[in-house]
């Protein structure tokens, strides 16, 4: 018998080789991305169900909050269900599904209906080659190295992530950024030496009863997914919200057995800051990720390191934040291969 966790361990140290490899491929179909750029688009809309929908929610941020181009995201179900409160007849849209499998039945009736309803066109973003949701679009890519035998989601949506953020970045003609990316898996790997032993102790504590993850503008969905992951693998109090939000009512849960993790930005640093240490006076554990944190009065630092750009950095946001949730599951006499209830694809 396998050991409990052993395909998610795996498959959350190996996300800089799969980023790596993604990126050749990413600039293999470079020009077919570009075509599409081309085509005069009235929105875009990233679409996928569970993790891809958060990065679905992610991948809109990147392209409008880059390109200025009207984006969002939404369920794969309310594409297929309600594409009228979405779509309009006549206009040419792009509709941009993302899954793991290319198997979700949700993501395959979405596109079939946007596609029946000639609403325009479609990019998907998937990780195996021979399966649906890679023969259902106008360019379809497939980022191999994101393949997961794990049913909750790690090396898989970071690589998919990336697969957004340079589609973003090379509708923007940011060849600084995509030139950037490369430093990632280094980046990466630094920050597994660093602070490895920093999550497992956190994970690990089972003190800690509450987590609340949050992040604004492009770190928002990374919140919620982070915040999915703790609830899938650990079966724990978790949610996501964008800080300022968090005063707002939530903060009435947070007491000594709290963790706050923050998604820290460089553009909002000081009120982002006042929330958490607002938090901290309540009684929480703070928990920090970002650039540039020698001065910041916090419990725990994840810092990336020093001298990419802030859009480059929101990949390396993830893995360890993934890491401390494996840790946590594993405290729990759980295992995070197969959380309970779930399963790899959502068949209807």
């Not at 909050?65 to 792009?94: D, H, I, K």
């Not at 909750?152 to 973003?168: C, K």
Request: aromatic share 10%; charged share 20%.
């Amino acid at each position: 018998m396998e050991p409990a966790g052993k395909f998610t361990r795996e498959e959350i140290y190996s996300q800089p080789e799969a980023w790596t490899a993604a990126l050749q491929v990413l600039s293999d179909v470079s020009d077919g991305l570009c075509e599409l750029a081309k085509k005069g688009y009235t929105q875009v809309v990233f679409t996928g169900c569970g993790s891809t929908y958060y990065l679905s929610l992610a991948g809109a941020a990147l392209l409008q909050g880059l390109t200025g181009m009207p984006s969002r995201g939404l369920p794969a179900s309310e594409v297929w269900l309600n594409p009228q409160l979405y779509f309009r007849t006549g206009e040419r849209a792009l509709l941009v599904a993302v899954s793991r499998s290319g198997e979700t039945t949700e993501t395959l009736r979405a596109c079939e209906t946007f596609r029946q309803d000639g609403f325009g066109d479609i990019l998907t973003f998937s990780c195996y080659p021979e399966r649906a949701l890679a023969a259902l679009g106008d360019v379809n890519v497939v980022l191999a190295s994101g393949q997961e035998e794990s049913v909750a989601q790690t090396r898989a949506f970071s690589t998919l992530y990336l697969g957004t953020l340079y589609l973003a970045a090379l509708w923007a003609d940011r060849k600084d950024l995509i030139q950037a990316f490369t430093q990632l898996a280094g980046a990466c790997n630094q920050m597994f030496e660093a602070y490895a032993d920093v999550v497992q102790q956190v994970g690990a504590d089972l003190d800690l009863e509450r987590f609340y993850f949050l992040g604004s503008a492009y770190r928002y969905a990374l919140a919620c997914e982070l915040s999915l992951k703790m609830k899938e693998m650990t079966l724990s109090h978790s949610e996501p919200f964008h800080f300022m939000e968090f005063r707002h009512g939530p903060m009435s849960m947070v007491n000594p057995h709290t963790l706050v993790i923050g998604l820290i930005s460089r553009s909002n640093r000081q009120a982002e800051e006042a929330v958490l240490e607002n938090m901290r006076k309540l009684g929480a554990r703070v928990l920090v990720v970002g650039a540039q944190l020698e001065n910041l009065a916090v419990d725990y630092k994840l810092e990336v390191p020093a001298g990419l750009d802030e859009m480059c950095l929101l990949p390396l946001y993830l893995p360890l934040l993934q890491l401390m949730a494996f840790h946590r599951s594993l405290g729990k006499g759980l295992n995070p291969d197969q959380p309970t209830n779930l399963s790899a694809v959502v068949f209807l």
